[in-house]
């Protein structure tokens, strides 16, 4: 029978078999005492098994409270199988199922889900992006060859429907590709969803008709259900082509409904992420986490930046995009969102440790505050970008286009770490 | 204006003020730079406010990967607020903003949502529990002064519906008040939902018919929309009271959606938990949670046991017990659900220091382990709490209690730590 195969980290002053074994036992049919019904059949069918073991360095503490009768805990990492008779198609079981009560087990003092693989079972059960990187470019005109280069309205949140319509017609006509609300923004006091998208849309709709250029713009549905419901509607009347949600604060299932509807190409900003993510022996990785977005139907996923204004490595940023593209079940890859103290300097490191261009690279102060306006933050990216493609480095771009030395001159220093 | 405040752990290699500044300002107006729309009027209305910083203790250690300069980390509690007008009633937004990317600052090496304040402007704008603690036991025919007994099928998985229906016939016949499917349970090969729900409900309708009692059964209707309208449906239709949701798996909105329609008690699993709190600097703690899910209508709510088998301390069990009670923009409380290798034996400690009976208290092994079968089980679960309340010691119950003295000879010595 197809099994699925979640790969973890742990950590445990036990013994590394009798640890995963405990693992298996709770994610299955196991419990802490024999019950009569857990014959050998059911075992052989329903039971988790463990199908791999390979040990790593042990440390003298242990990263999370747990179990403590030792002061050695090993680390390893630990494949876990099911057979998909367990879950069938259902998601949320399968999410409660890697990702459950085992993170409650005192037997471990570290233990962080990495990856999961589904088998064939699964191709054809779930339609995924509907639009994926490449349908997600051409929505907004964006050739092949170099990324969709995006802005966020800042200050994230307080102006006017007014206001902001007002700045996103001044970033169309600086030449961007997209523009996307702040995840702290949905509907505000003085900015009613409605309204904002009517007069927002109203400019991209202007723009279009006299350049054929369309601009896609993340309006922030996130909320309970029938705003999501009412909210994509207002985006679809108003001929918009893009939503954004707060993944982890609407939740897989209704991110999943509203995907489903595939007339939009979803935003997927994963806020929060911090939560499950930063302990580096505690939750969940990006591949595993970039699957389950993916299956919910996500076109578009943070990534975070190189060189970002947050805590992460770039190597992890780069696990991450590469970890977007990936093959999965035959599914359309995930356009990875790269943000977070961008300016277009990252675009050589960027470009040389990826080797992709179906990404969208977004800069907020790097565009807004440029020295040319955003006119020049936006041309600065662009020369960046098509730079860095064709191999060129950092200096002969600065050198050779006037804008992008300019980001050099004003964000060069303080965006290096 | 009214204002919410959000109260946080936080630990950082800066100064404390530096460090909520930081926190307040990437939570509202701020960005990395300063761009032209940020106002003194847009800030005062908008901009996140630190209304209070208590320094604790410092350590020489960070707690999670972060901006390393120093090495010393202070800890402090920290209170940030902000205005409704940022938010109004949109839960997934004020989630973004309560614990969004705040926890990606490199300016933080701990932090961690401790509970949040509410102001008069939402009363009345969310449901809350439709059935809350009372109205939860009345439907399973509890009456007060004890609380809700309950019990979990095991093997969590792989019995077929008549398998269980047959145990659940058995369970029904010893006297529980409340029986659930694990969470792993959704709908398994062997286990479609739909017959699991018409073969189960016949047997507690006609225990009801014949007695008057009606036991309480949570069926795990987790999965996508489609699927959980489809579920409760079927529970609804067949006559059952309650339905239970992996909350964290299937997210806020979509729990509320579902919660919304109030025909059924709702049971919230938290499988997952661990992921966001275990680590005592990162994520969330129990009282901010459970005013989240109680704001989406969530009736019942696990909070764990006194001497569990997993990892949290009853210091910390009590606390989410006091949570699920304590009041609330004048909603209904959350029913706690305790377990996690309880027996009854915890019965004496979970009166002692909760003074209350409105909980359901679930034995899993407990009950079907039971050396004079599930009925000797429940008939000494009923007996510890009986004695609890009238304040008799554990030794004395099980002196004048058959049935509860064999369940401290057969649990007792495993079930202290």
Same mark, same amino acid.
């Given at each position: 029978?197809?099994?699925?195969?979640?790969?973890?980290?742990?950590?445990?002053?036990? #013994?590394?078999?009798?640890? &995963?074994? !405990?693992?298996? /036992?709770?994610?299955?049919? %196991? *419990?802490?005492?024999?019950?009569?019904?857990?014959?050998?059949?059911?075992?052989?069918?329903?039971?988790?098994?463990?199908?791999?073991?390979e040990e790593l360095?042990?440390?003298?503490?242990p990263s999370i409270p747990g179990d403590i009768h030792n002061s050695k805990f090993k680390r390893a990492k630990v494949s876990v199988s099911w057979s998909v008779e367990n879950f069938q198609a259902n998601i949320p079981t399968l999410i409660s199922?890697?990702?459950?009560?085992?993170?409650?087990?005192?037997?471990?003092?570290?233990?962080?889900?990495?990856?999961?693989?589904?088998?064939?079972?699964?191709?054809?059960?779930?339609?995924?992006?509907?639009?994926?990187?490449? #349908?997600?470019?051409?929505? &907004?005109? !964006?050739?092949? /060859?170099?990324?969709?280069? %995006? *802005?966020?309205?800042?200050?994230?949140?307080g102006m006017s429907p007014e206001e902001t319509a007002k700045l996103v017609k001044e970033l169309i006509e600086a030449g961007i590709d997209f523009i996307k609300d702040d995840e702290l923004m949905?509907?505000?006091?003085?900015?009613?969803?409605?309204?904002?998208?009517?007069?927002?849309?109203?400019?991209i709709n202007r723009f279009e008709q006299k350049t054929g250029k369309k601009?896609?713009?993340?309006?922030?549905?996130?909320?309970?259900?029938?705003?999501?419901?009412?909210?994509?509607?207002?985006?679809?009347?108003?001929?918009?082509?893009c939503a954004m949600l707060s993944i982890n604060s609407v939740g897989w299932t209704a991110v999943k409904a509203i995907a489903d509807r595939g007339e939009l190409s979803i935003h997927g900003h994963r806020n929060g992420w911090g939560m499950i993510n930063r302990h580096p022996m505690l939750g969940i990785n990006f591949p595993a986490y970039a699957k389950l977005w993916r299956l919910a139907g996500v076109d578009q996923l943070h990534v975070n930046g190189?060189?970002?204004?947050?805590?992460?490595?770039?190597?992890?940023?780069?696990?991450?995009?590469?970890?977007?593209?990936?093959?999965?079940?035959?599914?359309?890859?995930?356009?990875?969102v790269v943000s977070s103290g961008q300016w277009g300097g990252q675009a050589f490191d960027t470009y040389k440790f990826t080797n992709t261009t179906n990404l969208l690279y977004m800069a907020g102060g790097?565009?807004?505050?440029?020295?040319?306006?955003?006119?020049?933050?936006?041309?600065?990216?662009?020369q960046a970008w098509e730079n860095a493609v064709v191999g060129k480095t950092l200096e002969e771009t600065a050198k050779e286009n006037k804008e992008f030395r300019e980001s050099v001159e004003k964000f060069g220093g303080n965006a290096k770490r």
């Open positions: 029978m197809d099994r699925i195969t979640a790969h973890y980290l742990i950590e445990t002053p036990y #013994k590394l078999e009798d640890a &995963a074994a !405990v693992l298996a /036992g709770e994610q299955s049919s %196991g *419990t802490f005492v024999t019950v009569p019904g857990e014959t050998e059949t059911l075992k052989k069918r329903f039971a988790a098994r463990v199908e791999g073991i360095e042990s440390i003298t503490h199922t890697l990702q459950g009560n085992l993170y409650e087990l005192r037997q471990f003092t570290g233990l962080k889900l990495d990856d999961f693989d589904l088998p064939k079972w699964y191709e054809g059960k779930f339609r995924g992006p509907a639009f994926g990187s490449e #349908k997600t470019k051409n929505l &907004a005109n !964006v050739k092949p /060859g170099r990324p969709m280069i %995006g *802005t966020i309205i800042k200050p994230s949140i949905a509907s505000s006091a003085n900015s009613p969803f409605e309204r904002r998208v009517k007069l927002i849309m109203n400019e601009v896609m713009y993340a309006f922030n549905i996130s909320g309970d259900y029938d705003t999501l419901k009412r909210n994509y509607d207002t985006i679809v009347e108003n001929q918009g082509t190189i060189r970002n204004k947050f805590w992460e490595s770039d190597q992890s940023v780069i696990r991450s995009i590469k970890s977007c593209t990936s093959s999965f079940l035959g599914l359309k890859d995930l356009l990875p790097g565009i807004m505050a440029h020295p040319s306006e955003p006119a020049g933050g936006v041309k600065a990216l662009k």
